[in-house]
């Protein structure tokens, strides 16, 4: 297992965690097994907005012993009154919630407490208003909740979040469908949603990815925008290549399928390559390096997606991004302009004039 680390809180974070959308679907235990073999497997983040309320016992059963080892987040405003999981804005309810989330799942402290499933501007009003931020806020200073969190699937109202509070992870879904508008949650158009991506990495708040298949439609030939289904390694290559992603939340109901979701650590580079999407791109898409390295290996040596990470982040004002291309070993400036890249990109980047351009941006 490979782990990146939130910039904002310190945490060290498993690149796959696990999602709890289908885990009620298992036994009781099938579903500890199956969190038993992602802990073992070196999954150290859960995502606990569940199908059913029948899945928090699992965890507690599973985990209970190494919880101070795994990070949780949980969602204020996830409603679990009636078994299956409903969305409220009213407080009392969100307490009750909570409550019960904290009990079954045997511990005293959340790791990454939610403003969650906030989609549009009302939600956010409402959420303040009804004091259900205050809410989280106070169980924050009084050490329950260690760091804030948002998800949410629209662009807009991430930015309007991220501008009044303090947050430290973003849940968003991630996907080249959503990306390329396409699909139920495909809100904010190319720019917008990549702006998202960008002002998270520029401002250290991670991001934890959910929908990375899109609810399957991506490994579906016959229902992907792209007509032709990826794999499900594909896809969490995609979300771990976007700005500020640390990790991919994907759903399991039992150890097989979490071993299947572990051995994307064991894939070789071609069993990662999404460039396919790259012919399906909308045309404000087109000519954008989306970092997917599909241009490798350069013959000088550059690391072409990192360059022209550093180089869009260090546009949108990211100080250390100078700092972190200045540390490269090979720079744009070395670039031969040999246009191996420009033939090979997907996406119709002409590569070699943008190493010009970063070069001089740079100055090397």
Known sequence: MRYRINRRTGDRI????????YLCGASMDEGVKALRTAYEGGINY???????????????????????????????????????????????????????????????????????????????????????????????????????????????????????????????SVNPAYDYGQGEYANGGVDERSAVYRRCERDGIGISVMKPFSGGQLLDAARSPFRKALTIYQCIRYALDRPGVLTVLPGAQSAEEVRRLLAYCDQPGDALDYSAIG??????????????????????????????????????????AAEHYAGLARKAGDCVGCGHCDRRCPFGVRQSARMRAIATHFGG
């Open 14 to 21: 498993s690149e796959i965690g696990l999602g709890s959308a």
């Open 46 to 172: 859960f995502d606990l907005a569940a199908g059913n309320g029948r899945a928090f016992p699992m965890w507690g059963e599973a985990l209970h012993d190494v919880r101070r080892n795994v990070i949780y987040q949980i969602h204020f405003g996830a409603d679990y009154s009636r078994g299956e999981y409903g969305w409220s804005l009213e407080l009392d309810t969100v307490k009750r919630s909570v409550e019960r989330m904290l009990r079954e799942l045997g511990t005293d402290y959340i790791d990454y407490g939610f403003i969650h499933c906030q989609d549009e501007a009302a939600d956010w009003a409402a959420y303040r208003e009804n004091g259900v931020y205050g809410y989280l806020l106070e169980m924050k200073h009084a050490g329950v909740v260690r760091h804030l969190g948002l998800s949410s699937h629209t662009p807009s109202v991430i930015r309007q979040i991220l501008d009044d509070a303090p947050v430290d992870m973003l849940m968003f």
């Open 279 to 320: 012919g399906f791109a909308p045309e404000e898409a087109s000519g954008k390096c989306v970092y997917c390295n599909h241009c490798k290996p350069c013959p000088a040596g550059l690391d072409v997606g990192l360059i022209n990470k550093y180089y869009d982040l260090a546009l949108l004002g990211d100080g250390m």
